[in-house]
């Protein structure tokens, strides 16, 4: 390939360096696969150098029709907080898009919606799986039809320790993210809408238990777009994210994503379970607070779905 002209050398390292300014430290752009075996594209923040212990997770999920680059204003003091940030193009969406699911998202299809559920599979396995990173604390932040779909896998996923909304529905796009909010048990939600939005808020809350609420004045504003415009909102989003993700954990129990059962995590059961259903809590008294009670023994506990291939296995179990 031949010299690149120089002012399109410029332009191309100072877009790089506004990337960065922007969305705090360079992205590692990464590709992984849904549980379904979907190609999706993902911003990878891994955790700060100087960041003494396992930094917490967080996975970020867009509106409709927009793409990860909507959550820059939050990256940084994510980052600069010590979390370790994954912003995911949804199927359909920016490069995690085919012509046929980018199809399905105009048509506006429910079920395309409701196998973004796999999306957050494999962004899970994806985050688990790197360096330095705490799997016992692990939070979502959504926006408009990304906070549905974090409701829902938040109701699945008792590992999940902290969801964030912005501009939450009750019912976008086929995901009846009221009757999952119910279902979220032992957690901690923060739900963020302006004023023109706030019954749908005010419903949400009552449905679900430990949910707060902010709705800041101003002008109005949905989603990600009231990032960097109402006033606080990245540094309300991360004080609440680092409380609720608590500090790193010593007395960690293990369980799946399918099963209402933890164990320690020196059982034989866990050298069993297939590492994709593989979760994480900081405590026993954490996970019961979640509906898991103790395994009666540390035998393994061999039912479908959840025995491990043969050679596989996560590295950096604790």
């Known amino acids: ?24 430290e360079t992205p590692q752009v990464v590709a992984f696969q849904a549980s379904d075996g979907m ?3 993902a911003d ?36 600069e907080a010590g979390f370790a940030v994954l912003a995911v193009d ?16 105009l048509e506006r299809d429910p079920k395309l919606f409701r196998e973004m559920q796999n999306d957050l599979r494999g962004a899970y396995d994806f985050l688990a799986g790197q360096p330095r990173v705490d799997r016992a604390r692990f939070a979502l932040v959504g926006a408009s039809i990304g906070c549905s779909v974090a409701l829902q896998y938040a109701a699945q996923d008792r590992s999940v320790d902290a969801v964030v909304c912005l501009s939450p529905g009750l019912d976008y796009l086929g995901l009846d993210s009221g009757g999952d909010i119910a279902q979220i048990t032992g957690r901690q939600l923060l739900l963020i809408a302006t004023e023109d939005e706030k019954d749908v808020v005010y419903t949400l809350q009552k449905r679900g238990s430990g949910v707060q609420v902010q709705i800041p004045a101003g002008t109005p504003a949905h989603g990600t777009d009231m990032l ?41 059961w866990v050298q069993q379970i297939a590492p994709s259903n593989l979760r994480y809590y900081s405590s026993a008294a954490e996970a019961e607070a979640r509906g898991l009670r103790p395994a009666k023994s540390k035998g393994p506990a061999r039912t479908g779905g959840e025995q491990r291939d043969s050679g596989r296995r996560r590295s950096g179990r604790p």
């Open 1 to 24: 390939m031949g010299k690149l002209p120089y002012r399109v050398t410029v332009f191309i390292v100072l877009l790089g360096t506004l990337y960065k300014v922007r969305g705090g």
């Open 39 to 41: 190609r999706l594209t």
């Open 44 to 79: 990878y923040f891994p955790p700060p150098d100087d960041l003494r212990t396992p930094a917490p997770m967080v996975i970020l999920l867009h509106m409709y029709r927009s793409d990860r680059r909507a959550w820059q204003p939050l990256i940084r003091p994510l980052h």
């Open 90 to 105: 949804l199927r359909g969406h920016g490069e995690s898009a085919t012509t046929e699911t980018r199809q399905r998202v």
């Open 228 to 268: 960097g415009v109402v006033d606080r909102i990245e540094r309300d989003v991360v004080a609440f994210l680092k409380s609720a993700v608590g500090e790193p954990s010593a007395a960690l129990v293990c369980g799946s994503i399918n099963r209402d059962v933890y164990h320690e995590p020196d059982s034989a």
